[in-house]
């Protein structure tokens, strides 16, 4: 890799779903100035390499590194430790590396019922039950894939972050901000947040970026969008439509409520809350009004999936981080 | 942060504690593994409660420069404040001391001294943990408003309303019924005086109502409380009575030209009838009627309004409205009473099913002279006289399908129904009681008494009330089936009539109450004390006050005691015109509130308010308590409080698992 002088630059996708990478390709020509002010050295969407080209390089060689997904399998763990050490600023990027996202949800699961069920399912065309193994004897030598671990991670279980940016996806103007930023730092404009600090995002919670109407909280029964028809000017959780805008950090202009469609929380936890399904779930407990048992179970059970809803991207970076058999499983 | 100096001070209280944790271990173990976490001295005392144990703690502040005082022994229910005072005498802020418990949480609850001795190291390391997070805090004075709300005019109430207002001080007196009086009114004589119930109590309920000091309202019931001590807002619905108190003289006339009977279920307990337009008895106080609505025929047809034509000063007022009046009170007694155990619930002693067997709060009116029969104690059909009586013990008490508890006045209560039936018809009676239960002064006596005037007494539990005959001279008769335990003997006893001790139980809206005044009920639905032996009148809840039978089943004696207890104390806290509040608050992170205004609805005490045009919400912090609700609500994290903010919570969570001394690698992978 012939250097140009530029500072370098790395983008990585571990267990995520490519939504990132097409975020960070919706700043539009934004993107050019990525490439006047950085090299681009590694980046498996966009471009060719090979992960020896990367092992190759000098510690800390590489300024930015956006790493995107978590921690499912040995390869990402591997390439985790590998950018960590050849970065000087590793960015937690996604809700996947800052906090599982939807990958984590497997982490209610023992991975053998995972394999089980994505390789047998009645929807599967597998009529030798095969399933995949870590290594094959081929003709021409060992195969091999990544081991899955018993959990998923989220980044920082795994290396030191120096940032961490949320969303599912982060929202592109954000990563616009955010990229216009480390130029003007490279530019001596501006100086960087303190190590471990949230970029892209803002200081409290989406509620804060919504304009419809707030008023007292009294949930008699949680209702589905496709079954209500929904008032435009008046807060969905009063609806009794279940928003997790009061407990989702802001930085995307509330963007599914102005849409008519609750927040499911993808941009995670409020500055220093620990663990965002239990904020979230105390909160909506805490506004049923009802003090009869009977009919408190009623409404609750008004919440199809609790965990997918309120630990959707949050549960490998939650307190618990998985459920029991899970973690278990050896 | 600047490295604390912290003092461990393991106590043995005797050996409550020291009997199953190894004291002088753990003491010596935190001194050696918990230095790096800045523990300085370690020590284990006999009592640290004792004042040579304070001193103790007192001497180190002051030699050892401690900045941190971490205290293990009992609850902090029972000496958190003995504790803070000692650190406060020895000049450290009290909020820097902890007290964690390894009694109740440890000793108390294990047996084998290793395995509690090992728990009470990890209890002590938590708390370690969560002091060095603390900070120091000042108490928050605030002024007593003086007048005192009591709720509930049974005797209890009624005892307290006249200490305090004899003190000098005012109190507002609320009672759900037009009179006060409560159940004590309705007895003829009680327990083992034999004192005319109505002679005592009146003059007091006369007292009551005439005292300079007292504001009674009667048909008004409270429906929202709010505030703290020292400082509660409480709404009062005044029923409509239909009848202008101002013109009011109590005359009667309009009782007597009321065309419309009605059963009397409460005052009565449905043995006799009142008007539509009625006082409960001719002593009630206030003297003013209340008008039934929902019997009284104008308001069912429209028409009669015989009331009103004879009333001699035109007080009926039939288009009065309920009213809801505010009042700032310092502190409330709660002195609502019990609800009589309704024997309908056990099938096999026929109450309401067989004619003759009567409930105890029945026998009470049909033994009072100003009661449906004068004094006659009669049948069920008004004239016959009983020949034989039994009266059953321990109905619905002392019976797991019931309730477990002993409702303490049944045995007293059945040898005074005993008595006064020989003494009135000379009938033979039996009394079947499990166990004879006769415990205060002069009761005893009493019941030596009934036994030398013959009464029959069967010791064994009644199987079944019937009036299917079934041998010679059964018939006409209601036959009693008991073991008697003492004879090992099954026997048919034929009686004429059958009274039932029933039970006391709490109040059938108890749990509202409790809701509404923000204190807690046990499991059997009686209000919760602060401590059953040294605390029985307060509540958990500054400023509420329980007295009386709401508290547990109680005889009249341990009411009054108990109304002029609660009246001591609430006088007392007047004397102190203000009052230092816990200075443990929530307050909300206006940069993070993002007016969501989910906890809006929830604080107990109203603190919080929501600002519309900064569209955040705010703690008040002389009305937070420092409950807590709010913090665990609010879904940004936005509200803390002191004392527990999440770091202090998580510290002692990491020193329980004792993640300080030996991290714990939990990822698996």
């Known amino acids: ?330 | 942060m600047a490295k604390e100096r912290i003092g461990v001070y393991v106590c043995h209280c005797g050996t409550n504690i020291a009997g199953t944790v190894d004291v002088e271990d753990v003491s010596r173990w935190a001194g050696e593994v918990l230095k790096d976490r800045g523990v300085v001295i370690s020590r284990d005392y006999k009592f640290m409660c004792s004042s040579l144990g304070q001193e103790l703690i007192q001497k180190d502040i002051k030699e050892q420069g401690l900045t941190r005082v971490v205290v293990a022994a009992c609850s902090p229910h029972l000496h958190e404040a003995t504790f803070r005072n000692a650190c406060k005498i020895a000049g450290l802020n009290p909020y820097l001391s902890e007290l964690v418990s390894i009694r109740e949480q440890d000793s108390w609850v294990h047996t084998d001294k290793a395995v509690a001795t090992e728990k009470a190291k990890a209890i002590i390391s938590g708390g370690v943990e969560r002091t060095i997070w603390q900070t120091p805090l000042d108490p928050l004075k605030v002024p007593i408003n003086p007048t005192t709300m009591v709720v509930g005019g049974g005797i209890a109430g009624i005892q307290a309303a006249l200490e305090i207002a004899d003190g000098g001080f005012p109190v507002v007196m609320v009672e759900r019924e037009p009179s006060i009086g409560g159940h004590m009114a309705q007895f003829d004589k009680t327990f083992p005086t034999l004192d005319c119930s109505a002679c005592i109590l009146t003059p007091k309920m006369v007292q009551v109502g005439s005292h300079p000091n007292i504001q009674l309202l009667t048909y008004a019931e409270v429906t929202n409380v709010s505030g703290y001590v020292g400082s509660f807002q409480v709404t009062v619905k005044q029923r409509a009575r239909s009848v202008n108190v101002e013109d009011c003289t109590g005359c009667g006339i309009c009782q007597e030209k009321c065309p419309k009977k009605v059963i009397d279920e409460v005052f009565e307990a449905g043995l006799g009838y009142r008007k539509a337009v009625y006082t409960p008895f001719p002593q009630a106080v206030p003297k003013y009627p209340v008008i039934d609505r929902e019997n009284c025929t104008y308001y069912i047809k429209g028409t009669c309004k015989a009331c009103e034509k004879f009333c001699p000063t035109g007080a009926i007022n039939f288009e009065q409205e309920d009213e809801y009046l505010t009042f700032d009170v310092g502190q409330i007694i709660l002195a609502t009473g019990w609800d009589l155990f309704d024997a309908r619930r056990i099938p096999q002693y026929g109450y309401g099913r067989l004619a003759n067997v009567f409930s105890n709060l029945e026998f009470e009116r049909l033994s009072n002279a100003a009661g449906p029969t004068g004094g006659k104690i009669v049948m069920r059909d008004g004239i016959t006289v009983p020949k034989t009586v039994g009266i059953v013990h321990c109905v619905g008490s002392r019976d797991k399908n019931y309730n477990n508890y002993c409702s303490a006045i049944c045995c007293m209560q059945s040898l005074k129904f005993a008595h006064l039936v020989h003494e009135r018809t000379g009938a033979e009676v039996y009394n079947f009681y499990i166990d004879m239960r006769t415990v205060s002064k002069g009761y005893d006596e009493f019941y030596q008494r009934l036994l030398d005037e013959g009464t029959h007494f069967i010791r064994g539990k009644v199987a079944e009330i019937t009036d299917a005959a079934r041998e010679p001279g059964e018939e006409g008769k209601l036959i009693i089936q008991v073991e008697n335990t003492l004879v090992g003997k099954q026997m048919r006893i034929p009686v004429d009539m059958v009274i039932l001790s029933s039970g006391l139980e709490p109040r059938h809206d108890t749990k509202e109450v409790a809701h509404l005044f923000g204190i807690s009920c046990s499991a059997d639905g009686w209000l919760l004390e602060r401590h059953p032996k040294l605390d029985p009148v307060a509540t958990m809840t500054e400023g509420i006050f329980i007295a009386g039978c709401l508290q547990g089943p109680k005889d009249i004696p341990t009411s009054v005691a108990q109304g002029a207890a609660a009246a001591a104390r609430v006088v007392g806290k007047i004397q102190q015109k203000e009052i230092s509040m816990e200075p443990i608050k929530a307050s909300i992170n206006q940069d993070k509130c993002s007016g969501c205004r989910i906890c809006n609805n929830l604080c107990p005490f109203n603190a919080i308010s929501f600002i519309e045009d900064r569209m955040v919400s705010e703690v008040n912090p002389a009305l937070c308590q420092g409950c807590g609700t709010c913090v665990a609500a609010c879904p940004a994290g936005a509200i803390s409080g002191t004392v527990f903010s999440d770091q202090a919570i998580l510290a002692q969570i990491d020193g329980l698992l004792l993640k300080n001394v030996k991290p714990l690698e939990l990822v698996a992978g």
């Not at chain 1, 250097?3 to 490519?18: H, I, T």
């Not at chain 1, 060719?48 to 590489?62: F, L, N, Q, R, T």
């Not at chain 1, 921690?71 to 960590?84: D, G, P, S, Y």
């Open chain 1, 1 to 330: 890799m012939t250097s140009n002088g530029k500072p370098k630059f790395a983008m990585y996708w571990a267990a995520s779903c490519g939504g990132c990478e097409i975020s960070v390709l919706n700043i539009h020509e934004k993107i050019l100035d990525v490439d006047a002010n950085f090299d681009v050295v590694f980046w498996p969407v966009a471009m060719d390499a090979k992960y020896k080209d990367v092992e190759a390089m000098e510690d800390g060689s590489i300024l930015l590194t956006l790493f995107n997904g978590a921690i499912r399998n040995e390869e990402n763990e591997h390439i985790a430790k590998l950018l960590r050490k050849k970065s000087q600023i590793l960015v937690a990027f996604g809700s996947c590396a800052n906090e599982g996202c939807m990958p984590a949800l497997a982490n209610l699961s023992p991975i053998d019922e995972i394999v089980k069920t994505a390789f047998s399912t009645i929807s599967t065309d597998n009529p030798n039950h095969i399933q995949p193994q870590t290594s094959y004897q081929a003709p021409e030598g060992e195969l091999k894939i990544p081991k899955l671990f018993p959990i998923v991670r989220t980044l920082d279980q795994v290396v030191d972050v120096d940032y961490y940016m949320p969303g599912c996806p982060p929202e592109s103007h954000q990563i616009a901000a955010v990229i216009d930023l480390v130029i003007q730092v490279l530019q001596g404009k501006a100086e960087l947040p303190p190590k471990g600090s949230v970029i892209g995002a803002g200081p409290s919670t989406v509620c804060d970026e919504c304009t419809r109407k707030r008023g007292l909280k009294t949930i008699h029964e949680f209702k589905r969008i496709q079954h209500v028809q929904i008032d435009p000017e008046i807060c969905l959780l009063e609806q009794g439509i279940l928003c997790s805008g009061p407990a989702t950090r802001s930085g995307c202009k509330a963007l599914c409520p102005s849409a008519n469609s609750p927040c499911i929380g993808c941009y995670g936890p409020a500055e220093g809350v620990l663990d965002y399904g239990a904020r979230l779930l105390t909160a909506v407990a805490s506004v049923i009004d009802s003090n009869d048992p009977n009919e408190i179970q009623h409404i609750i059970e008004g919440i199809p999936d609790p965990v997918g809803m309120f630990y959707r991207f949050n549960l490998a970076g939650s307190l618990l981080r998985a459920s029991k058999p899970a973690w278990d499983t050896k």
